[in-house]
């Protein structure tokens, strides 16, 4: 079997910080590298995040590259109510052995992406999409190269969650989102519509922390630190993971339900900035470019984080 080649584009973040445990433990990935972006936290504790993370799950083989420390044109905004002001919660920051990759992260995934064979490297995006946005402007070519880029972010049926309108992370870099969206790269969006069916129970958290490996106890922490915020900022219900699903549909694509559609993103109105607007009748978008996703098996998202944890 040949494992998928990713990168990973983040900015850890609890739920960012699930979804690369997710990827560090997959027997099903081939990780090339982690990218960080500045975003829920600057770019300085997403990047010392990821490196945390990454020897928290022994997997210093694989390369954290940093990427851009701010959005094409907005102020860097930050949600640090939802990650704790470190960006992982409750963990305490340590000074990680394993340093970062030379190499700015916007280059390496061009680099990886040029060196391999088109359609064979996949990206997953969990943070502001500027990284990608400079790639794109740096290297054209890499749109059509690319394989499948699965990114968390936007919303439709369930409204923002930054503001009434708009997702955080298209919200924090609208003008990225809409040059990604404009670019011709192979996009499925998970928004907020598949990811706020994708919440860590009580019941779901104790079975990853059953697992019993430091990586299992570090999503399980993630997991109930998000869910501490989420009851105290938004509501009874468990909190949302949402980074996991773009990771979880590339190792099985069977646990999504995508419908092909036409994307836009709002940049000008302040209102509304960041909003997705999502057209899936192809007599009024003309084509249907984009995938966005509408339902997720949950059970076995948490199932396969689980197995990737042990
Ligand atoms: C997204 O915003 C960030 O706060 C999370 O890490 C996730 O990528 C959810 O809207
Ligand atoms: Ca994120």
Same mark, same amino acid.
């Given at each position: ?27 099903? +990935? ?21 490196r945390m993370?990454r020897q928290i799950?022994?997997?210093e ?31 305490? =920051?340590?000074?990680p052995a394993k ?36 790639? +794109? ?10 394989? =499948? ?14 503001? =009434? ?94 419908? =092909? ?50």
């Amino acid at each position: 079997m040949t494992h998928q080649a990713l990168i990973i584009d983040c900015d850890p973040g609890v739920d960012d910080a699930v979804a690369l445990m997710l990827a560090f433990g997959s027997r099903d +990935l081939d990780l090339l590298a982690v990218t960080t972006v500045g975003g829920n936290v600057p770019l300085v504790k997403t990047t010392r995040n990821a490196r945390m993370l990454r020897q928290i799950a022994g997997r210093e083989d694989v390369p954290v590259h940093a990427g851009a420390e701010r959005p094409l044109r907005r102020k860097p905004a930050g949600a640090g109510a939802f990650h704790g002001e470190e960006g992982l919660g409750s963990l305490e =920051p340590f000074a990680p052995a394993k340093g970062v990759a030379d190499g700015h992260g916007v280059d390496a995934i061009i680099a990886a992406v040029m060196a391999r064979a088109p359609g064979t490297v996949a990206l997953a995006v969990l943070g502001p999409m500027t990284n990608l946005a400079l790639a +794109l402007r740096r290297e054209p070519m890499i749109a059509k190269r690319l394989g =499948p880029v699965a990114v968390m972010g936007g919303a439709r049926s369930e409204g923002g969650n930054i503001t =009434p309108s708009a997702e955080f992370n298209i919200w924090a870099d609208p003008e990225a989102a809409d040059e990604v969206m404009r670019s011709g790269c192979a996009l499925t969006l998970f928004g907020l519509d598949a990811t706020h069916q994708v919440r860590a129970t009580d019941a779901r958290i104790a079975a990853i922390a059953a697992v019993g490996t430091p990586q299992a106890e570090t999503a399980a922490a993630m997991m109930r630190f998000s869910q501490a915020v989420e009851r105290r900022i938004v509501g009874p219900d468990a909190a949302p993971v949402h980074d996991v699903c773009p990771v979880a549909w590339l190792m099985q694509p069977a646990l999504f339900e995508l419908k =092909p559609c036409r994307i836009a993103v709002e940049t000008v109105s302040e209102l509304t900035r960041g909003h997705t607007a999502v057209e899936f009748r192809e007599a009024s978008a003309g084509s249907l470019p984009h995938r966005w996703a509408a339902r997720a098996d949950a059970e076995a998202v948490f199932a396969l984080i689980a197995t990737s944890v042990g």
